[in-house]
């Protein structure tokens, strides 16, 4: 499995916006989902968006349906996350993880799905 890297977390200020980048999946094996999780200090990582890597659907939690967009490209084997209108709840460490079922006929949004992490990226979102 390649590794994956994710990149692109930062200060901000509430309203701003910020890019993250997951760079590795798909590059070499074939893979089902790709998603974003964050996890804020003292709480359980969540859910946040996910993409289908062959077909490009996606799907996203209500806390930030109509603010992030996610994306991939396949040539260069990665997942943006554009998130926009930086909230401060939106502060937190962001991970991407491979989900390699390809017999796994939804977008998965559940964290057990997943078994490939990056190391994670920090966004703060000061108000």
């Known amino acids: 499995q390649e590794q994956l890297v994710a990149s692109g977390g930062g200060l901000v200020q509430a309203g701003g916006s910020l890019r993250l980048s997951c760079a590795g999946p798909g590059r070499t094996v074939t893979i089902n989902n790709v998603a974003w999780f964050r996890q804020a200090p003292g709480k359980e990582r969540e859910f946040i968006a996910v993409?289908?890597?062959?077909?490009?659907?996606?799907s996203y939690a209500d806390s930030v349906k109509g603010r992030f967009i996610i994306s991939r490209d396949k040539d260069e084997g990665t997942v943006l996350l554009q998130m926009n209108n930086l909230k401060p709840e939106d502060t937190a460490t962001y991970y991407c993880?491979?989900?390699?079922?390809?017999?796994?006929?939804?977008?998965?949004?559940?964290?057990?799905?997943?078994?490939?992490w990056g190391q994670g990226t920090q966004v703060i979102v000061f108000s």
């Open positions: 993880g491979v989900d390699f079922a390809v017999f796994r006929s939804n977008l998965s949004t559940m964290r057990r799905d997943y078994s490939q």
């Open positions: 993409i289908h890597w062959r077909g490009g659907s996606t």
